[in-house]
């Protein structure tokens, strides 16, 4: 390990003096240079008001609340700390159609990753559950499933068309499988 000497100390401050020097120098090169010269492109057209900017968040409405429906997350109206029901055991599976031409040839530009599944399979483990105890209410980005022994609110990782749906309860397996359609932005990234 080396030590700090006193005259590594002072070719620092050598090389802090001559640096500042340059500075110097260059600030009264600016100031012999026309005002013209010193312009940019940001000076094209009028000149700007510089006005304070304020981010939305601090923004303070006139009413008296906490926060507003935009910043609720779809599907936390049905939360329920105080509910004991425990959490029943469930996969989220993504389906998606492939033919011979797009494993073959690849013509109509389906890769195998998430963002060109057309499916969404839903299953969720029941057991001691009948079909007509099971309540379910599906929206475009939260599933919400209930029966007397079991509680599940899921939060779905892609929007779904909720009219498009079906479910099914497989009584020998004490299962439900939820299958939903997904809701794909068309735009340059999504183009399946």
């Keep these: 390990m080396e030590s700090f000497s006193v005259s590594s100390a002072q070719n620092i401050e050598a ?20 005002a013209t010269a010193r312009l940019g492109p940001g000076d094209i057209g009028p000149q700007r008001k510089k006005e304070k900017e304020v981010s939305n968040a601090y923004l303070k409405k006139n009413s008296k609340d906490i926060w507003s429906e935009e910043e609720v997350t779809e599907g936390s ?5 105080s509910d004991p029901r425990p959490l029943p055991e469930y996969d989220i599976i993504l389906q998606q159609s492939v033919g011979t031409e ?4 690849g ?3 389906k890769d195998p990753s998430s963002m060109c599944c057309e499916a969404m399979l839903v299953k969720v ?11 379910l209410d599906v929206k475009e980005k939260f599933l919400d499933l209930r029966a007397p022994k079991y509680k599940l609110g899921l939060h779905l990782p892609y929007p779904i068309h909720s009219d498009k749906g079906k479910a099914q309860f497989f009584s020998e397996r004490e299962e439900l499988e939820v299958t939903l359609m997904v809701k794909h932005s068309l735009d340059f990234i999504n183009r399946c």
């Design 15 to 34: 090389l802090s003096a001559l640096l500042s020097n340059q500075q110097d120098d260059e600030d009264e090169e600016l100031e012999n240079v026309s």
């Design 77 to 81: 109206q049905y939360d329920d700390l």
């Design 102 to 105: 797009d494993v073959f040839i």
């Design 107 to 109: 013509l109509s530009g």
């Design 125 to 135: 483990k029941l057991p001691g559950t009948k079909a007509t105890d099971v309540v």
